[in-house]
């Protein structure tokens, strides 16, 4: 099983946009670099956190990207789904109804049990993922990380956010 | 997220298994055709099943697959594992770490709250597989499916396996 390592950095970023003072934003740039990623690679991710509702992106030269509602509203399940799609991790291709021999397809109107299993499992992660806010990561960042990592995002923000007119 | 389509022919046949006579076998090539799928890309998954001690593999022309263990004892985790490999789905790059001004690693010696966080969705995942076992899924196949269905396997298992002497 595998997630697509663009969920790492979108979390990251919008744990730091918890930090921005009302109307500002971060543009793209600055988090790509704070990051250590490419802004090309960045963009693609914000932009899906845009389309799903999670974060506003505020056009023209002095804009960028701002939560698009309080910290205490997203979770994790609302990120990964955002960055990887909506689609279950277990894809049932059906497969009891191939090969020789198969019967007509009102053999197969209850669901395969397999597949039921599987998503009954990813039940239980993506429920975990919504137990867990992003105003949740960034209390535990301040009150247990690093002081000197608290103190460089700290930084950051203050130094890169624009404020909106 | 995604799991490799491996997954759902493993656990089918490995279903398929818990019918079979004590001492016997089923050839990889009949296991594809009923499956639908090729027998190279079918005996890439069995060859990882038998890796972890989920199949024996039985060689010789009358050779074949069959369960390693009961079925009581062989859970769903076990086998997404086996396909799938180990490494937890989320991949902690310890992004936190790169770009300017990030301080030396004696800042980062508790591990990452956004990985925390991710694995422990992951657990609960990896709880819930663990939680089904192959016997659950082929009793509750036996007692909900369509007959026809149930009929269409036993007599797959009846007409395909093989007596080791």
Redesign the interface.
Known sequence: ???G?G???A??CA?VMVGLEKHSTLPAAALA?????SASYLVKHLKALVADGILDSVPGPAGGYRLARPPERIT?LDI?LAV?GRKP?????D??R??????DA?????PC??NA??L??????????AA?RLS??VA??QS???P??VA?GC??VASCQRKQP
């Open positions: 099983m595998k997630l390592e969920v790492e950095v979390v990251h744990a670099e704070f990051h250590g990623v994790l990964v990887e991790a277990f894809r049932c291709t497969i009891r191939r090969g020789p021999g198969a019967p009102t053999a197969y109107v209850k049990g397999i299993a599987m009954r499992a990813e039940h239980a992660y993506r429920q975990a993922l867990t949740d990561i535990e960042f247990e990380a690093d000197r990592s460089r930084a950051f």
